[in-house]
């Protein structure tokens, strides 16, 4: 069974902080995803990587930075978090559809992180 | 720009009865379409999916159906049980890897 894990299921931070949301999966997925999800707007995509080292902006980038150093790790960091930011984060994984056709993402159980 | 909507924020229905979730989306180019279901404090989990080239995917209870020429899909679940009661979100991807999602519907299913 595929495992995502998301570091920490709740976070507060500060205003400025910079933070920290790691994720790993260990089912050998070459990609990895950042979404925040918002009531009434559903899933948004921050970022993805599709290798070691790769990254791609998604559609709400601003704000974010991420950081694959590894291929089980993917990292999103608010470099300067603000009270927008507020959310709840969730990273997913899946195999790339060029190999295995049709490949869903699986999600890890998300961080709720809340910016005072 | 969403992409993918799901106009019902929310559908109550009874335990046994048929339960429709549907999803409309814009973009011509998507070629594969994906349910989720979100339980609280949980992520989402994948439940069904269908490809562009089809238009009914069964799976047990339950079926999705794809009206490509209406940019329409739904989700149906017979019969509904009380355990069904979760966020259903639908997704729906450009090739490769980009997926864009639905805002989301909370069913309830009573008993």
């Known amino acids: 069974d595929v495992k995502v894990t998301q570091s920490s299921r709740y976070l507060v931070k500060r205003t400025g902080e910079k933070v920290f949301l790691e994720c790993v999966q260990d089912?050998?997925?070459?990609?990895m995803f950042w979404y925040r999800q918002d009531p009434g707007l559903g899933l948004r995509l921050i970022y993805f990587s599709y290798d070691v080292k790769m990254k791609e902006k998604g559609d709400i980038p601003e704000g974010y930075s991420v950081s694959r150093e590894k291929k089980e790790r993917f990292s999103l960091i608010l470099e300067s978090a603000s009270t927008n930011q507020t959310s709840m984060y969730l990273c997913a994984s899946s195999f790339p559809r060029a190999i295995y056709s049709n490949q869903p993402q699986h999600f890890g159980d998300g961080t709720r992180l809340s910016i005072l | 720009d969403q992409q993918v909507k799901q106009n019902s924020p929310s559908l109550s229905v009874q335990e046994g009865r048929i339960s429709i979730l549907n999803c409309d989306y814009t973009n011509s180019m998507f070629d594969y379409f994906l349910w989720y279901k979100k339980y609280p404090a949980e992520g989402p989990t994948f439940l069904i999916s269908?490809?562009?080239?089809?238009d009914k995917n069964e799976d047990g209870r339950f079926t999705v159906f794809l009206n490509k020429s209406a940019k329409h899909l739904s989700l149906h679940i017979v019969p509904s049980q009380p355990g069904d009661s979760a966020v259903y979100f639908c997704?729906?991807?450009?090739?490769?890897?980009?997926?864009?999602f639905g805002a989301g519907t909370r069913l309830t299913v009573k008993p």
């Open positions: 997704a729906a991807q450009l090739p490769p890897n980009d997926m864009r």
């Open positions: 269908i490809s562009s080239i089809k």
């Open positions: 089912m050998d997925h070459e990609n």
